[in-house]
Nanobody, 120 residues
Framework: QVQLVESGGGLVQAGGSLRLSCAAS?????????MGWFRQAPGKEREFVAD????????VYADSVKGRFTISRDNAQKTVFLQMNSLKPEDTAVYYC????????????WGQGTQVTVSS
């Protein structure tokens, strides 16, 4: 099995920054897995934020975060990061880490989520 544990969420003022981390573990985790970040705001469906291929050479971002968020990974540490800059109140959500992309938008493994709250 694969376990994903997110950390780094919190409360920040608009314009501020946060860095989320997602640590992967488990015998079946493979460094070649695509990794992704999703988020779900209150009353809304979960939405894609960003993903990254195994080498880090290919990244994709939602239009809403492009230019402000950066996804990266450290395969030796089995960790994926989401650097979030210029945060806006509309970025407030629970952020989820995901691993092993089955198809675009669908992942096999999910973390429990970390809350990000951006105050205006």
């Amino acid at each position: 099995q694969v376990q994903l544990v997110e950390s780094g969420g919190g409360l920040v003022q608009a314009g501020g920054s946060l860095r989320l981390s997602c640590a992967a573990s488990g015998r079946t985790f493979r460094s070649y897995y695509y990794m992704g970040w999703f988020r779900q705001a209150p009353g809304k469906e979960r939405e894609f934020v960003a993903d990254i291929n195994w080498s880090g050479g290919s990244t994709v971002y939602a239009d809403s975060v492009k230019g402000r968020f950066t996804i990266s990974r450290d395969n030796a540490q089995k960790t994926v990061f989401l650097q979030m800059n210029s945060l806006k109140p509309e970025d407030t959500a629970v952020y989820y880490c995901a691993a092993d992309r089955v198809r675009i938008g669908e992942y096999r493994y999910w973390g429990q989520g970390t809350q990000v709250t951006v105050s205006s």
